[in-house]
């Protein structure tokens, strides 16, 4: 009978937590749901550990999450979900707490939650983990760990109707595996220009080379552009000044713990200066064109009303 009446709380829950789905709880600080470390990384037949965690989240009183990898090179060993302070020193909300989603769908690569506390237990404010998810690497790859969370209020006595409302947040994945990032701004330039490249590795490691490469875009052959050396936390950078004019592909490459990774390619246009006075030309020749349409179309009307004119003193 408890278990009913908890059930039925639950559905209420999610009940008034849809109807308030039109507003936002306000709060000064934005709340953030995360994959702690974000990135991992762990031989095949090795495990590894992330945390969900919360932080600066104000009068919580639901949450609901789910989590996607990619199924071919994970498998979850096992989930100890913190929802509880009062049990989990780390954890949130205050109990007593009832779940009612905990599950993983292991062939589909996604894990479940869905959790609320009840019965007078007081709002949760501040910073906790919501779980701790271990998993076994079953194959070579990398894949994003991404989180989807929402979350839910505590509804004070004086708000009318007193429903639930969502807690404004924001979402931070997590990286499992080897990947080497790059950008470029800005993607048209003209000759002698500055072009920024930045990028990054994961794991971020300190004092890798990447080689950056280029090519004129339908190429066959990488050119090697400049070799520059990851910082701290694996952040690089290169200014380029390209000479000659044309569409660019720029690629990056390093060597991650023993494997060769290769960023997707990023495009640059590089025009020259005489492309630009063209484009000043053609705008010139339009207003030109349009300013002699405008006085013909006038000269056309003022001679038609001078002989309108001339008609009626006849």
């Keep these: 009978m408890k278990l009913q009446r908890i059930k039925a709380l639950w559905v209420l829950f999610l009940l008034m937590l849809s109807l308030g789905m039109g507003n936002v709880a306000k709060a000064d600080v934005v709340a ?31 949450v609901e999450l789910t989590l996607r990898w990619n199924a071919s090179i994970l498998r979850v060993v096992s989930v100890d979900v ?26 589909e690569g996604k894990y479940l ?16 983990n919501i779980l701790r998810i271990t998993f076994n690497v079953t194959n070579e790859g990398s894949c994003r760990l991404d989180v989807e969370a929402k979350l839910a209020d505590w509804p004070p006595p ?10 404004l947040h924001e979402t931070i994945d997590g990286f499992y595996g080897r990947e080497i990032k790059i950008s470029i701004f800005p993607i048209v330039v003209f000759i002698n220009e500055s072009v920024n490249i930045n990028g990054f590795i994961i794991p971020p490691l300190a004092n890798v080379e990447v080689p950056i490469q280029y090519r004129y875009e339908g ?11 990851t910082n701290e936390q694996g952040g690089y950078h290169f200014m380029w000044r390209p000479q000659n004019c044309g569409r660019y592909e720029i690629r990056a490459e390093a060597l991650l713990l023993g494997a060769e990774e290769t960023s997707s390619p990023v495009f640059v246009t590089v025009k020259s200066p005489d492309q630009l006075m063209l484009v000043y030309i053609s705008i010139l020749a339009a207003v030109t064109v349009a300013l002699v349409i405008t006085v013909l179309i006038f000269r056309k009307r003022m001679k038609k009303r001078q002989c309108q004119t001339c008609s009626h003193k006849s």
């Design 82 to 107: 913190r929802l509880g302070v009062e049990s989990y020193l780390d954890g949130v909300l205050h109990e007593p707490v009832f779940i009612a989603k905990n599950g993983t769908i292991q062939e």
């Design 158 to 167: 004086d708000r009318d109707p007193r429903i639930s409302l969502p807690i």
């Design 219 to 229: 190429e066959p052959d990488w050119r090697l552009l400049s070799t520059v050396i």
């Design 113 to 128: 939650l869905a959790g609320t506390s009840h019965s007078e237990a007081p709002p949760f404010s501040g910073d906790g």
């Design 32 to 62: 953030k749901v995360e994959v702690e470390p974000y990135a991992s990384i762990a031989q095949v037949g090795e495990t590894f550990t992330v945390n969900i965690t919360l932080s600066d989240v104000e009068s919580l009183y639901g």
